[in-house]
Nanobody
């Protein structure tokens, strides 16, 4: 199983980025895909997840600004991040989950495989 996250970079507050996470080595359609982020000195926190049926979950801090989507034909999940804030700066990770309990998807313990992360830096 391999997850390759990309798309991070340095942007100014208010700008946008689109992160991608490309998967290989497993049946992509069978899994929930999540995005988490971790800022220096902080715990890894849930950002968003998308189910097999394309239902999306978001952390309150990103609702209305971030959009998650998946392209099963390309084995890729995207995280469109608009109106970025300084507090969005972090390393962003994608991960897979069997997704058996929807209400538990914000818990990182529900995720089996993790990508290497991509850095998002937001300047003021």
């Amino acid at each position: 199983v391999q997850l390759q996250a990309s798309g991070g970079g340095l942007v100014q507050a208010g700008e946008s980025l689109r992160l991608s996470c490309e998967f290989s080595g497993f049946t992509f359609d069978d899994y929930v895909i999540g995005w988490f982020r971790q800022a220096p000195g902080k715990e890894r926190e849930f950002v968003s997840a998308i189910t097999r049926s394309r239902s999306a979950l978001y952390a309150d801090s990103v609702k209305g600004r971030f959009t998650i989507s998946r392209d099963n034909a390309k084995n890729t999940v995207y995280l469109q991040m608009n109106s970025l804030k300084h507090e969005d700066a972090a390393v962003y990770y994608c991960a897979t989950s069997p997704g058996l309990i929807i209400s538990s998807l914000p818990l990182k313990e529900q995720y089996d495989y993790w990508g290497q992360g991509t850095q998002v830096t937001v300047s003021s």
